[in-house]
């Protein structure tokens, strides 16, 4: 299986502290091993900390002044999801045949020119405006279907339930 | 095509202001018909209104006080995205072939008990902790694959590009 990235860029403190958040735990729950945040709020990488430490997997964090010297040094394929790209469906194949590591690019508002120069490729998941969490989900999930369903072995699990909220606490035995 | 429509319950003022307008914007872009938000800032409706003014569509915006109300008398089948739900994959072809209208509920944070309750499914995308609105999105997906690439008419249409951003403004003849 490949390795997922995600860098998400343009994180304005205070107005972005809870989508940035579900950028971080979607990409997670989704697969990705690590997420590089451009200038985050200490909360913002608390809250995803909390989740990582009572529901387990070794999902990583990285602060980052410079996003640029990330995807300059990444060997991954750099995929930029924007409204403006090409079709993920018209791509989905051509990426997955690759077989290779990629890094996800997500970005609040306006991304700076340098993040469609660089990628490898600039790709969108319909050509209307919506969310960055939307987009990295559905595009994280096309090229690995169901990754969602990945067990964490973490200290609390959900235990799914057609009628109301169950989990186990692995640490009360 | 079934109708799809979406409850946003739980919107908290300036918390969530920027997640529930993400949580709009995606039910908009993969072809809900309308939202209903509980308790919503003007400017959260504002924001959508805008989207809806430049991109086109006949998305509807619905402010309640008493969603409660919204739920009991809707004659849609009512899934709740949940992360303590059944898996979506386990239910997906069981839903499909009702063929019936569907009126999603997505929650911020805690819900209150009634909503398990009154749904007629309760539904997992995975059972980790990620966004209602990555859920919202794979759910919807899920339903009906590749609705997030409608075409919606409005004044503005993004032109799809590998390199940059353009936008085609049919008013500027």
């Known amino acids: 299986m490949f390795s997922c990235e995600v860098l998400r860029i343009g994180h304005r403190p205070e107005r972005d502290k809870r989508v940035t958040t579900h950028v971080a735990l979607t990409a997670r729950?989704?697969?990705?091993?690590?997420?590089?945040?451009?200038?985050?709020?200490?909360?913002?990488?608390?809250?995803?900390e909390d989740v990582i430490d009572k529901f387990g997997g070794d999902f990583e964090i990285f602060p980052t002044t410079n996003p640029k010297e990330i995807v300059n040094k990444s060997d991954s394929k750099v995929i930029h999801l924007t409204m403006y790209g090409l079709p993920l469906d018209d791509k989905c194949e051509e990426i997955k045949n690759l077989s290779k590591d990629i890094l996800f690019i997500v970005g609040a508002e306006k991304v700076p020119p340098w993040v469609f120069e660089l990628a490898d490729y600039n790709i969108s998941v319909g050509n209307q405006?919506?969310?960055?969490?939307?987009?990295?989900?559905?595009?994280?999930n096309n090229l690995h279907p169901t990754s969602y369903n990945s067990d964490f072995s973490g200290r609390l699990?959900?235990?799914?339930?057609?009628?109301?909220?169950?989990?186990?606490d692995s640490s009360k035995g």
């Open 129 to 140: 405006p919506h969310s960055e969490i939307a987009a990295l989900a559905i595009a994280m």
């Open 29 to 48: 729950a989704f697969g990705a091993r690590r997420i590089y945040i451009s200038n985050p709020d200490s909360r913002v990488i608390k809250s995803i």
């Open 157 to 168: 699990s959900v235990i799914p339930s057609a009628t109301h909220r169950d989990m186990r």
